[in-house]
Structure formats: structure tokens, C-alpha cells
């Protein structure tokens, strides 16, 4: 027959445990879950960033430009591409990469706010 005390000290450890891992707001996983998704937002905004600074010295932007400036893989840097275009903040044809005009007033609003923070 198993120990009462020992048994409550396993189960009160298996509970503290999960409150850890799952607690709203404040546990490790939902914690885990914001930074993601702030990281995706940042690497958004520079992608976007990139793509203007790029029209604006007369360059035209590609995948791999865009990986290097971000430091990330050409396929990350694709499926990011997918994503601000499925936002309508850029679009694709014939190889070559170009902002809307909500990806350029979205490109005009990061740099204000970058030089503000500067």
C-alpha cells in the first residue's frame, strides 16, 4: 500500500507542474505561444522593410535578400512572403516582389515609428 503522504506530495508536485506549464497569461506555454507570434510580427515588419528600402535604392528584393537581411532560411523566408501576401501587403508576379499600397503605407508607418523609437 502506497505511502498517503508521498502520494500527496506527488500529486500537489504534478498539480504545481501543470499550473506551471498551463497557467493563462502567465505559464510557460502561453508565454512560448506570444513570443512566437511577436517574432513572426517582427520578421513582418523587417521583411517589409526590406522590401521598401529595396524599391526606394532602385534594387529589386528577392527571396534571398530578404533571407540574408533577416537572417533566416530562403524557405522560412518564402512561407513568410505567403503569409504578408495573403495579408495584401505585397504581391508576386514574374519573380519579382513589390509592395501594395497597404504594404507601403504599413512600410511608411514601421519606419516612422522605427526612427521614434530610435
Excluded: Y
Excluded at 504545481?16 to 506549464?21: I, T, W
Amino acid at each position: 500500500m502506497p505511502d498517503p503522504l508521498l502520494s500527496l506530495i506527488i500529486a500537489g508536485f504534478l498539480a504545481g507542474l501543470g499550473a506551471a506549464l498551463f497557467w493563462p497569461q502567465r505559464g510557460l506555454i502561453p508565454n512560448w505561444q506570444k513570443t512566437r507570434q511577436l517574432t513572426n510580427r517582427v520578421l513582418g515588419e523587417d521583411a517589409i522593410k526590406h522590401i521598401h528600402k529595396c524599391d526606394m535604392d532602385g534594387r529589386r528584393p528577392t527571396v534571398e535578400s530578404i533571407a540574408g537581411a533577416l537572417h533566416i532560411s530562403t524557405n522560412e523566408a518564402a512561407t513568410l512572403l505567403d503569409s504578408l501576401q495573403t495579408q495584401n501587403l505585397l504581391f508576386m508576379s514574374k519573380g519579382e516582389i513589390h509592395l501594395t499600397p497597404a504594404g507601403r503605407d504599413t512600410a511608411m508607418h514601421i519606419i516612422r515609428a522605427h526612427r521614434l523609437w530610435e
